[in-house]
């Protein structure tokens, strides 16, 4: 008898065990979520993600990308296809066309964080929110196109899915039409996600936010509005317009200037020949990014800035940095009406700061236009 009992509590601590152990591998596996542990691709052996059980969050500040840089590499052993590799670059220049996002091949030395475009056995389609921290994989294999990587770089800047916001049932019902797969026990995609971790930055629910799910496995229907009226929804291949005001909430991004990828253009301070802003102050920032093996050639056509306690460019000027951030090397600063020589970067990056403080006088501000070119 003593025997059975000491086999039969062995058995017990060995099921409570085999349960922790089962619950430890299914908090990793989401499909089309919000990310698995990195597992062998072709073969090799790669290093699981730090910390991926933390707190999912946009209210978690730490959790950004500083200054809104987020290192990348592809990985080219993973079998993409060149359609493959274009839809990954396709949603990154989409993001920085319409945000002060940006992306920028790792460097192994400056960059200890960054994502890796990769294939994950558990997902085909997955990512975790925000950083991380270290290495962290982006799943992309099936996505459905640029769409649906546009969604998972959503993760990765740091949000969740649209359809988990806590007051999700003011306005969708979901359905689930067929039953859970085990995947999706411990994090399922249509579970509410709390207010202290999910942050709706003050913006209305999203009929059209590129942040719904797209899976088979539930459905949801719009609520009648306030006016009885049932608004259109669905997830289309491109940021919505709230989707735009909150990713520049989140990271703050100036109220002026842009990343600019064409091979050439042209573009203003915001006060040039505009008298309705006399009187205002402004801080912008403008990237411009070539093809790696290009160069970039700024041309500043006009200069006025306000030279009132100026005389060394600390109020009022106009930077450009040889690189896409302000940690880059400085090229130039210029103040005043003195019209510059061109400037010339030495990489594919070009970073343009305006700093005005006028408050009293009406100054044009400045303009430019560029082209990028091969040596």
């Not at 040039?272 to 070539?290: F, G, T």
Request: with cysteine.
């Amino acid at each position: 008898m003593a025997q059975f009992y000491n086999s039969f509590w062995v058995k017990c601590v060995l099921i409570v065990l085999f349960g922790v152990l089962m619950q430890e591998i299914t908090s990793y596996v989401l499909i089309e979520s919000d990310k698995t542990i990195e597992s062998s691709v072709g073969g090799v052996e790669t290093p699981q993600i730090k910390n991926v059980r933390s707190k999912r969050a946009i209210m978690n500040k730490k959790k950004l990308w500083k200054f809104g840089v987020i290192p990348y590499e592809i990985d080219m052993t993973a079998g993409f296809d060149f359609e493959q590799i274009d839809n990954i670059k396709a949603a990154m220049k989409h993001w920085e066309f319409f945000t002060c996002i940006i992306f920028v091949e790792r460097h192994p030395i400056e960059h200890e964080d960054y994502i890796r475009f990769t294939k994950i056995l558990e997902c085909t389609c997955c990512s975790d929110i925000g950083n991380i921290g270290d290495r962290q994989v982006v799943g992309v294999t099936n996505c459905g196109g640029v769409g649906g990587i546009i969604h998972e770089i959503g993760h990765v800047i740091g949000f969740h899915h649209e359809h988990q916001r806590p007051d999700r049932d003011d306005y969708i019902e979901i359905e689930q039409s067929k039953p859970v797969q085990g995947a999706f026990f411990f994090d399922s995609p249509y579970k509410k996600i709390s207010p202290d971790v999910f942050d709706t930055l003050g913006e209305p629910y999203d009929f059209d936010s590129i942040m719904h799910e797209v899976i088979e496995i539930f459905t949801i229907r719009p609520k009648k509005g306030k006016n009885g009226i049932v608004p259109k929804m669905g997830r289309n291949e491109r940021l919505s317009a709230i989707d735009i005001r909150k990713m520049k909430k989140l990271y703050k991004c100036p109220e002026c200037g842009r990343t600019y990828l064409d091979k050439k253009g042209a573009f203003t301070s915001p006060q040039y020949y505009n008298n309705n802003s006399i009187n205002r102050k402004y801080y912008c920032e403008w990237r411009i990014k070539a093809i790696k093996g290009e160069r970039i050639l700024l041309e500043i056509t006009d200069l006025d800035t306000f030279l009132f306690n100026s005389s060394d460019c600390r109020n009022d000027y106009l930077e450009v940095y040889d690189g896409y951030w302000h940690k880059s090397p400085l090229l130039a600063r210029f103040c005043g009406a003195e019209i510059p020589g061109n400037i010339v970067s030495n990489g594919n990056h070009m970073f343009i700061v305006y700093v005005s403080s006028q408050t009293e006088h009406e100054h044009r501000g400045f303009s430019a236009n560029y082209k990028t070119f091969h040596d």
